[in-house]
């Protein structure tokens, strides 16, 4: 099983306008482009010498190629998209790993 996570940081502020952003838009954008089988999002329960939340928005794939895949044609639009509507009010960084069990 491949996971794809990305990590946000947000202002406190747009928790409700960001949440419903990506329950709008981009969720149903990845689901639709990538090859996922399913997504959860988790909330950081430990923020330390920050003063936003973190978010952990994981998606479940079978395969890296396809990730990969949607990497490299889809994802960039979702992101030009997220960082258009939310500017200067949130950080992000990309993982991927493999299942080991």
Do not use: C
Request: charged letters at 25%; glycine letters at 2%.
């Amino acid at each position: 099983m491949i996971l794809y996570n990305i990590t946000f940081n947000i202002e406190p502020e747009i928790k409700d306008e960001w949440f419903d952003w990506m329950q709008k838009y981009y969720f149903p954008f990845v689901m639709e482009k990538g090859p996922f089988l399913e997504y959860k999002i988790f909330r950081l329960l430990t923020e330390t010498e920050n003063d936003g939340l973190t978010y952990s928005v994981q998606f479940f794939s079978n395969s890296l190629e396809k990730v990969n895949f949607y990497l490299e044609n889809y994802a960039s639009k979702i992101v030009e998209a997220h960082n258009l509507a939310f500017k200067y009010r949130h950080v992000s960084f990309m993982s991927i790993l493999e299942s080991v069990d």
